[in-house]
């Protein structure tokens, strides 16, 4: 009898680790998708500045939602507003807000490298377990 209890738990234990891991790992899937849109908006901004700053005259199409757009002359690039964080906005020279994008993008790639990694790490480890499960399960069939 307590063999088979020390299976049962052993099962148990390996199916909840299971579970947990699985959550973990569903987890840093999603933040690694914020964190991967985070830097396409940051690189479209800084085509965006990089774009109209070379604009010289003409006009251009400004999205609305629901597939509207309007045509509006270029807006000047000089001086943009750069939001900082806490529903903080504050107006910086195009260089400077260059060079924040630029930051803020190098930070989101060396926490997306770590997140990845740790995401690496717990899919291997849930592969593991996994197969020590079905080893498990598996001898215990047979046996």
């Known amino acids: 009898m307590s063999e088979l209890t020390t299976a049962e738990d052993t099962v148990n234990a390996l199916v909840v680790e299971i579970r947990v891991l699985e959550g973990t790992y569903n987890e840093l899937s999603a933040r690694q998708n914020l964190l991967e849109r985070a830097m396409l908006e ?10 109209l700053s070379g604009q010289s005259s003409g006009e251009v199409l400004t999205q609305v939602g629901g597939g509207i757009m309007l045509r509006s002359s270029p807006p ?39 997140l990845v990694s ?26």
Do not use: H, P, Y
Request: no cysteine; proline share 0%; net charge negative.
């Open 76 to 114: 000047e690039t000089d001086r943009v507003l750069v939001s900082i964080g806490a529903n903080v906005v504050v107006e910086k020279a195009r260089d400077e807000a260059v060079a924040i994008l630029e930051e803020r993008g190098r930070e989101i790639e060396k926490t997306l490298v770590s």
């Open 118 to 143: 740790q995401r690496n790490e717990i899919a291997q480890r849930l592969n593991s377990d996994r197969d020590v499960l079905n080893n498990f399960m598996a001898r215990n069939q047979q046996g």
């Open 42 to 51: 940051g690189r479209a901004a800084l085509d965006a500045i990089g774009g």
